[in-house]
């Protein structure tokens, strides 16, 4: 999703002024499309996040609509107070981009692994949280809310090919998308969790579900949709508490959904092993088999 980010908002820049772009010394190779075009509207700021959100909302302060960009975890939690004390407390639109959420930085283990950042982004009420799914829903995403008011979080993968099926690149802020129909079992998916789950639930017959924001809570719709089930299980790289499981979970127990709910999410701490994404997968229970394999125990 990085490429549909960083062409997408080159674009978005060819249109307005006053978005400008800030790293926190990353992106080479990866953001060049935007800082070889406009150079004077590109600003590595050095390992420095908190720096970079304090200068981001001076930005915006003055008229600007500043992307700050960022590994996810370092994006969401090195700043957290002045994304919290600036952009949200001020309603101002400072643009926070976090790449490779859950395990998508594998080898270089736990301090790059963005396992809690949409747990604590949606506590903030007027930050709104964004996931999308592929790099089509990302490229649509960008564009549909580039002018939001006020602040927001994306959290985006690095994968730039791979889609979900019956997805079609469709966003919509504050809505779910439906990309497989069933009828007893639905898989509920954030991010780049999603196109293992759509390929789960096409083997079980089961829906599949795809949440791409989280904040504002798309209560009503996700409630009606889950209503018809018997049971639903949530799909994410991150944390089990304060994503979207706890999502869901808030959504069946407020609106009394009869519907039984499993978490697939990542419950162990990190213990000083190391591999690939693929391995982190497997071994946290969210690869495509493993969720198959969760759906189709006995109840």
Known sequence: ???????????????????????????????????????????????????????????????????????????????????????????????????????????????HHGLEDVGVMRLQPGLTVIAPADYRQAANAFFETWDTHGPIYYRIGKDDRTEVPGLD??????????VRAGRRLALVSMGSMSAAAAAAAEELDAAAIVVSTLNPSPADELARELAPFERVITVEAHYVNGGLGSLVAEVIAERGLSCKLERCAVREPADG??????????????????????????Q
């Open 1 to 111: 999703m990085r490429a549909a980010f960083v062409q997408t908002l080159a674009e978005l820049a060819s249109r307005d002024e006053r978005i400008v772009l800030l790293t926190g010394d990353l992106g080479f190779m990866a953001l060049e499309p935007f800082s070889e075009r406009y150079p004077n509207r590109f600003y590595n700021v050095g390992v420095a996040e908190q720096n970079m959100i304090g200068l981001a909302t001076g930005l915006a302060e003055s008229g600007f609509i500043p992307y700050v960009y960022s590994i996810a975890t370092f994006a969401s939690l090195r700043g957290y107070e002045f994304i919290r004390n600036g952009p949200v407390a001020h309603a101002l639109p400072v643009r926070i981009v976090g790449v490779g959420g859950g395990f998508e930085y594998g080898p270089a283990g736990a301090t």
């Open 169 to 178: 690149g469709r966003f919509a802020l504050g809505r779910n998308e439906l």
């Open 273 to 298: 092993r190391s591999g690939s994404p693929d391995y982190y997968l497997s071994r946290h229970g969210l690869s495509k088999d493993a969720i198959i394999a969760r759906a189709s125990a006995p």
